[in-house]
T-cell receptor, first 114, second 113 residues
Framework: DGGITQSPKYLFRKEGQNVTLSCEQN?????MYWYRQDPGQGLRLIYY???????QKGDIAEGYSVSREKKESFPLTVTSAQKNPTAFYLC?????????????FGDGTRLSIL | KNQVEQSPQSLIILEGKNCTLQ??????????LRWYKQDTGRGPVSLTI?????NTKSNGRYTATLDADTKQSSLHITASQLSDSASYIC????????????FGGGTRLMVKP
């Protein structure tokens, strides 16, 4: 079955440590996205990529970094510069250029601070 | 500022009852509005999409409405089931380049037996 796989499901970060969240899709989608979800708030866009080897900052990119070396993969690194990283992180993908196509989401990674 | 507001924040109903969730938005220019269902600890899944010209759309026991003049949408759930317990998120897309979305904070629905 086609879909988006995020790993790990739970992740713990120590002070001063960088951690990387994995996102892989086999839907052959061009566009991929990373969102952060906090309780009671709407999803907020961290980074997005419309095509391989290109990505753009979203609304809350500070303290995060991404890469898009392959079409199917869009890893997110939470750096030590992100002072409040505890949240539920969701990766999504979509076909570019078609506004009526939904974004397909993975099942998220919950990041906590030790 | 582009915003999507949902009400109520949370709702508890008995199994078999109906309920209606509300979504008001200020996103402009408007392209479409989508309702997602998010089970606890999972990613959101699309239920239905409403474009500017559509007033009502059904997907099984879910019926969405859109009033583009007042910038309001609702999601009506008929004959609720325990499996309907989830967060329901209203998402509005602007009519511009890219697939950028504005998300509401969601309504958390609990269906009790």
């Amino acid at each position: 079955d086609g879909g988006i796989t995020q790993s790990p499901k739970y992740l713990f970060r120590k002070e001063g440590q960088n951690v990387t969240l994995s996102c892989e899709q086999n839907l052959n989608h061009d566009a991929m996205y990373w969102y952060r979800q906090d309780p009671g708030q709407g999803l907020r866009l961290i980074y997005y990529s419309q095509i391989v080897n290109d990505f753009q900052k979203g609304d809350i990119a500070e303290g995060y970094s991404v890469s898009r070396e392959k079409k199917e993969s869009f890893p997110l690194t939470v750096t030590s510069a992100q002072k409040n990283p505890t949240a539920f992180y969701l990766c999504a993908s979509s076909r570019s250029g078609n506004s009526n196509q939904p974004q397909h989401f993975g099942d998220g990674t919950r990041l906590s601070i030790l | 500022k582009n915003q999507v507001e949902q009400s109520p924040q949370s709702l508890i109903i008995l199994e078999g009852k109906n309920c209606t969730l509300q979504c008001n938005y200020t996103v402009s220019p408007f392209s479409n509005l989508r309702w997602y269902k998010q089970d606890t600890g999972r990613g959101p899944v699309s239920l239905t999409i409403m474009t500017f010209s559509e007033n009502t759309k059904s997907n099984g026991r879910y019926t969405a409405t859109l009033d583009a003049d007042t910038k309001q949408s609702s999601l009506h759930i008929t004959a609720s089931q325990l499996s309907d317990s989830a967060s329901y998120i209203c998402v509005v897309r602007m009519n511009n380049a890219g697939n950028m979305l504005t998300f509401g904070g969601g309504t958390r629905l609990m269906v009790k037996p």
